[in-house]
Structure formats: C-alpha cells, structure tokens
C-alpha cells in the first residue's frame, strides 16, 4: 500500500517527466488529484502516529501491552528472579511497573518530532521508501527521528525515575537483591536502558499502524483516506 502510494507522490514532485505524465493520465477523469493523494499519504502517517503515540502515554501504555512492556534488562533478571525466590514478587513488580510508568511519560514528547518528520518528507525520502519493504515508512520515521527522540526521552526518563518513585523503588530493590546472601552487589544505571526500550515501542506501534492501513478499510478513518487508498484495492 504505502509503495503505490508513494508512486502517485512522485508523480506529484516530476510532473515534468513524460513518463510519469502518462501515469498521471492513466487516472479516471474526475478521481483523485495529485494534492490529494500526497495530503491522504501524510494525513495517514499524521494519524497512524497520533493514535499510537497517544495509547503509549496513557497509564498502563507500555506497561499492560505485551508488544512493548519493558522488562529488566539481562544483568538485572537475576534481581527480579532472586527477590520472587523470597516471597517478594510485589517489589519486583513495582519495579518493573516503575520502569514503564517512566516510558509513558517520556513519550509525551514524541507527537511533535514526528509530525516535523511527516511534514519534510522529500523526493529522495519517497524514492527510497518507495523501493524499501513492505514498513519502510517506518524506517524513514526511525532514521529521520530516532536521534531527536532520544534525545528528548532521556532527560524526561531520568526525570520520571523521580517523580513516579522509580528511583526509591529501584533503591530499595537492589538494596534487598544485595543483602541476600551469596550475591554479588549491583548498581545499575537504567535511564539509557529504559530511554532505547521506550523508542522501541514506539516504533513497534507505528509499525503496527502502517500495517493496519495497509490491510484493512476500517483503519480509513476520513473520506480522504478512503479516496486515497481506494486506489490501492
């Protein structure tokens, strides 16, 4: 769907080539123009991301969605393991729940990127989404915003770690973890960590999206998104 898409997009930027002219010729008088079809590519991405960035920023976003709940990293399942040995499964959970909570405040900055990456969506961009996979929409969004969202969730997550108590929680966690006997004490830094897991998410959603539109009419939501992709059916 979003390569045939993107062919009618370049049809757009190189009206002067004969051979897109004919393209362009071979659309029913009276169908679609080229604005539209351009306007119903970015307002599918603008909503695909609206919609999913919103769902992770709600409580429980990351946390109750097996696609990107985050869990410890590797060094640290040792810690969840060693304190539900002892009876102290709630701790460790709060643990975990603490992580996520974070996530889903920091991607509350995440709307704006994207919509900027949306809007400056350029020939080149089109050319090499339109010879990609089958999700190379959402690869362009991951080249095109990785860096700025990162750099955007990392200070929230750090912040978060505060005031949703992960920091007390994670304090008193290894403090039990390095009290049990035999253990070998840790002190992990886990902002970069929780910072990657949360860009991860979002851009399993936005995968998750592309892939509705691509396949179901019901995802159409406005008249011009089922005008678009009509041409693709």
Same mark, same amino acid.
């Given at each position: 769907?979003?390569?045939?898409?993107?062919?009618?997009?370049? !049809?757009?930027?190189?009206?002067a080539?004969?051979?897109?002219?004919d393209v362009?010729?071979?659309?029913?008088?009276? /169908?679609?123009?080229?604005?539209?079809?351009?306007?119903? @590519?970015?307002q *599918?991405?603008?909503?695909?991301?609206?919609?999913? #960035?919103? &769902? @992770?920023?709600? %409580?429980?976003?990351?946390?109750?969605?097996?696609?990107?709940?985050?869990? @410890?990293?590797?060094?640290?399942?040792? #810690?969840?393991?060693?304190?539900?040995?002892?009876?102290?499964?709630?701790?460790?959970?709060?643990?975990?729940?603490?992580?996520?909570?974070?996530?889903?405040?920091?991607?509350?900055?995440?709307?704006? =990127?994207?919509?900027?990456? !949306? +809007?400056?969506i350029?020939?080149?961009? !089109?050319?090499? =989404? $339109?010879? /990609?996979?089958?999700?190379?929409?959402?690869?362009? $969004?991951?080249?095109?915003?990785?860096t700025? $969202?990162?750099?955007?969730?990392?200070?929230?997550?750090?912040s978060?770690?505060?005031?949703v108590?992960?920091?007390?929680?994670?304090?008193?966690?290894?403090?039990?973890?390095n *009290?049990?006997?035999? %253990?070998?004490?840790?002190?992990?830094?886990?902002?970069?960590? !929780?910072?990657?897991?949360? $860009?991860?998410?979002v851009?399993?959603?936005?995968? #998750?999206?592309?892939?509705e =539109? +691509?396949?179901?009419?019901?995802?159409?939501?406005?008249?011009?998104?089922? &005008?678009?992709?009509?041409?693709?059916?």
């Open positions: 769907m979003i390569r045939r898409i993107l062919a009618f997009i370049i !049809v757009f930027n190189l009206t080539c004969a051979e897109l002219q362009i010729g071979q659309l029913p008088q009276g /169908g679609i123009s080229n604005e539209e079809i351009a306007s119903g @590519l970015r *599918s991405l603008n909503f695909g991301i609206d919609k999913q #960035v919103t &769902k @992770l920023t709600q %409580t429980d976003g990351f946390y109750k969605n097996e696609l990107v709940k985050i869990f @410890l990293p590797e060094e640290l399942q040792k #810690v969840d393991k060693a304190l539900r040995d002892i009876g102290l499964d709630n701790l460790a959970d709060e643990g975990i729940k603490a992580l996520n909570r974070a996530a889903e405040d920091a991607v509350k900055e995440a709307t704006p =990127i994207f919509v900027n990456a !949306v +809007r400056d350029t020939f080149t961009d !089109v050319k090499n =989404i $339109l010879l /990609g996979n089958d999700d190379a929409a959402t690869q362009y $969004l991951t080249e095109k915003t990785q700025a $969202l990162y750099n955007k969730f990392q200070p929230v997550i750090q978060s770690f505060s005031k108590g992960a920091d007390q929680i994670w304090t008193n966690l290894i403090n039990k973890y *009290s049990i006997p035999f %253990t070998n004490n840790i002190n992990p830094d886990l902002t970069d960590y !929780v910072t990657g897991e949360a $860009l991860k998410g851009y399993t959603m936005i995968a #998750v999206e592309e892939k =539109i +691509r396949t179901k009419i019901s995802s159409r939501t406005t008249d011009l998104l089922k &005008k678009v992709f009509a041409l693709q059916d």
